[in-house]
């Protein structure tokens, strides 16, 4: 998670007269909610990123040393905190397949439904906008389906839920196909745990790669039972709620990733090419 502007100073090994040529250059970081700024040092074939006036503990990447800055501390906290509010939502609005049907509590969040729905979305939607992916082809497919999510289920909500007078949740509840509309944002919700699963080997998130696309598949396929459904559903909240929780346990570095990637990411094609030249000549010296 870096800053919006970087300065980087480019060096050029000495020639025979150990005079030192330094050109100096901005780029425009992957994350643009960062504000602080960044020095960005290319020396000798390896980038250094350290924020202005920080004494973090410096860590080493495949393209040079980088540290954790306040911006990235503020990120990292934004994105679990957007999976907090997804799991919550989601948790609270699947109660109610649990909860006494005549229950004032199931009551009272039927009736807040589709209000759920909206603060899972937003929370999801703000952890795939913040999430740190290093091919960023992926992380673009995967907000894509969280977008055409949204969309869709916004027209079912529109152009079918409510000329029924449901609610978006029970409208899909009891028209397993409209699964088609609102699906690609639970694919986009897959692909980021199955992206935590397999960077930090957690469990709880591995087994949810799983358990999201077979619920929603039998629900909409009509081959699943109801006690398998509730099952299933039992657990997908279950572990949606350690995943979320858990993620306040790791430390920040982990959701940041190799900042020197991202750094090297962002420079011109050129620098890209010349850092690469130094870094091979280093291999091999």
Request: aromatic share 10%; proline share 5%; net charge neutral.
């Amino acid at each position: 998670m870096a800053s919006p502007v970087l300065s980087i100073a480019w060096v050029t090994p000495p020639p025979t007269n150990s005079k030192t040529t330094v050109k100096n250059f901005s780029i425009s970081s992957p994350s643009p909610l960062s504000r602080s700024l960044l020095k960005v040092c290319v020396k000798n074939g390896s980038i250094k990123c350290k924020a202005l006036g920080d004494s973090s503990t410096v860590y080493q990447g495949v393209y040079g040393p980088w540290t954790v800055d306040s911006s990235d501390v503020r990120e990292v906290i934004l994105y679990r905190s957007g999976l907090v509010t997804a799991a919550a939502s989601f948790v609270a609005a699947a109660s109610t397949a649990f909860v006494p049907s005549n229950s004032l509590l199931r009551e009272i969040v039927e009736q807040n439904l589709d209000l759920l729905y909206m603060f899972g979305a937003g929370g999801l939607g703000l952890s795939l906008f913040l999430i740190h992916i290093y091919v960023t082809e992926i992380k673009r497919t995967l907000q894509a389906f969280w977008a055409l999510g949204v969309l869709g289920s916004l027209a079912t909500y529109v152009n079918l839920a409510q000329p029924a007078g449901d609610n978006l949740v029970q409208y899909v509840i009891h028209n397993p196909t409209a699964v088609w509309f609102v699906g690609p944002m639970f694919a986009a919700l897959t692909g980021l745990v199955f992206k935590e699963g397999l960077c930090y080997g957690k469990l709880e998130a591995g087994l949810l790669t799983f358990i999201i696309p077979i619920i929603l598949l039998g629900h909409m396929s009509g081959l699943m039972d109801d006690g398998v459904k509730l099952t299933l559903l039992g657990s997908w909240m279950a572990l949606f709620t350690i995943f979320a929780g858990r993620k306040f346990t790791q430390p920040i570095k982990d959701d940041i990733g190799d900042k020197s990637v991202f750094m090297f990411n962002a420079l011109a094609e050129e620098e890209r090419k010349a850092l690469v030249e130094k870094l091979e000549q280093q291999k091999y010296n």
